[in-house]
Structures are given as structure tokens and as C-alpha cells.
T-cell receptor
């Protein structure tokens, strides 16, 4: 069974800072690793998808990397803004059921103006 | 906008009652998955439907059941509601293991 852990659970940074969110998973038979953003009481917004054959993906100020051998993914946010404040979730799907995601508990990010 | 819509957005039910939640998947997606998210936790996989058949189930009792229709929309039914069923229920649509898109969720409160 895939277990996903996210560290830290919460993070507070001043506006403009670059930051890294960490995600670790136990089963290297990963199919996809997907990062999501969740605003309070809302659904999940997909940020980046990394397939198992890829090492990283970039979208605007976001960059996500995947290292299957160490069981880790990182989400890098450049030049953080108050609008980035939200909970960030990573989810890993397995090679054996690639549409089933295992989620971490998320990192709650607060970017202070 | 993800193209995945869920209804209703909020619901209050009494313990012991039954509830049906609905999800319309994104166009072209044949797989729908349901997740339960308790406050402060990550979503937990309930089950998944692929082309109208259940295709995987998480650690949830049989009173959680579902359906997928020919147009790939889906329902989640929960019988004999318990207080612990209070959560945000999320629907995700995908196709062949590609990027999953989530709806805005249904907030269920059991009193």
C-alpha cells in the first residue's frame, strides 16, 4: 500500500520568498505524482502532473520534481505571493491502479504581505 | 473550471438517513473516483468506476455504494449515515491514468 507524507504540515513565509514543499511516498512502483492546491472548503485544483518516466514539470512559478529511487517529490514555488496561500496536497498513483490516488495530509501555506 | 461538477454543494442529514451525491465527469473521461476528506486530512479513496463497473475500492463499508451511468456521470450513495460520515466528498474524473480533475466537492454534515 502506498503511503504519502508531506512535510511541513504548515508553513508561513513573507511575500517574495522562494519555498519548497516536500512529499515522500513509500512505494516506488508509482505511476503518476500529482500536486494539487486546495482553498478552504473547496475542491482540488490540479497544479502539476509528473508521470513516472519524467523527472520534473514546470508551470509558471511552480516546478515539481520526482525522484522515484528516493521516494520523494518536491514542489518549488518561486517569488511567493499572498494569493498562493492555500493547502498543497500531493498524491501518488500506483502502477497497479493508476487512477487511484493516495494523498498526503497537505502543507498549509500562508504567505504574508 | 475543471468540467467536473458535483451536486449538491452542501447537505445536512440526520443520523440513520440515506444520501445520494452526484458527479458529472469531464467530457471524454471514462473513469470516476470518489474520495472522502475529513477536516484537516488528505482525501481518502472510496471507490472508482470505469465504464460503469466498480474498479477498485478503498477501506469503506458496504453502506457506501455507487453507480456510473453510460454518459460516465456517477452517484455515491451512503446508507445508515453516521456522525463520522460528515466530510467533504470529492469526485475526480480521469482517463487512462492521465491527469485527474476534481470537482468542488459536496460538504455533508450528519447531525
Amino acid at each position: 500500500k502506498q503511503e504519502v507524507t508531506q512535510i511541513p504540515a504548515a508553513l508561513s513565509v513573507p511575500e517574495g520568498e522562494n519555498l519548497v514543499l516536500n512529499c515522500s511516498f513509500t512505494d516506488s512502483a508509482i505511476y503518476n505524482l500529482q500536486w494539487f492546491r486546495q482553498d478552504p472548503g473547496k475542491g482540488l485544483t490540479s497544479l502539476l502532473l509528473i508521470q513516472s518516466s519524467q523527472r520534473e514539470q514546470t508551470s509558471g512559478r511552480l516546478n515539481a520534481s520526482l525522484d522515484k529511487s528516493s521516494g520523494r517529490s518536491t514542489l518549488y514555488i518561486a517569488a511567493s505571493q499572498p494569493g498562493d496561500s492555500a493547502t498543497y496536497l500531493c498524491a501518488a498513483s500506483s502502477r497497479y491502479n493508476f487512477n487511484k490516488f493516495y494523498f498526503g495530509s497537505g502543507t498549509k501555506l500562508n504567505v504574508k504581505p | 473550471e475543471t468540467g467536473v461538477t458535483q451536486s449538491p454543494t452542501h447537505l445536512i442529514k440526520t443520523r440513520g438517513q440515506q444520501v445520494t451525491l452526484r458527479c458529472s465527469s469531464q467530457s471524454g473521461h471514462n473513469t470516476v473516483s470518489w474520495y472522502q476528506q475529513a477536516l484537516g486530512q488528505g482525501p481518502q479513496f472510496i471507490f472508482q468506476y470505469y465504464r460503469e463497473e466498480e474498479n477498485g475500492r478503498g477501506n469503506f463499508p458496504p453502506r457506501f455504494s455507487g453507480l456510473q451511468f453510460p454518459n460516465y456521470s456517477s452517484e455515491l450513495n451512503v446508507n445508515a449515515l453516521e456522525l463520522d460520515d460528515s466530510a467533504l466528498y470529492l469526485c475526480a474524473s480521469s482517463s487512462k491514468g492521465d491527469e485527474a480533475f476534481f470537482g468542488q466537492g459536496t460538504r455533508l454534515t450528519v447531525v
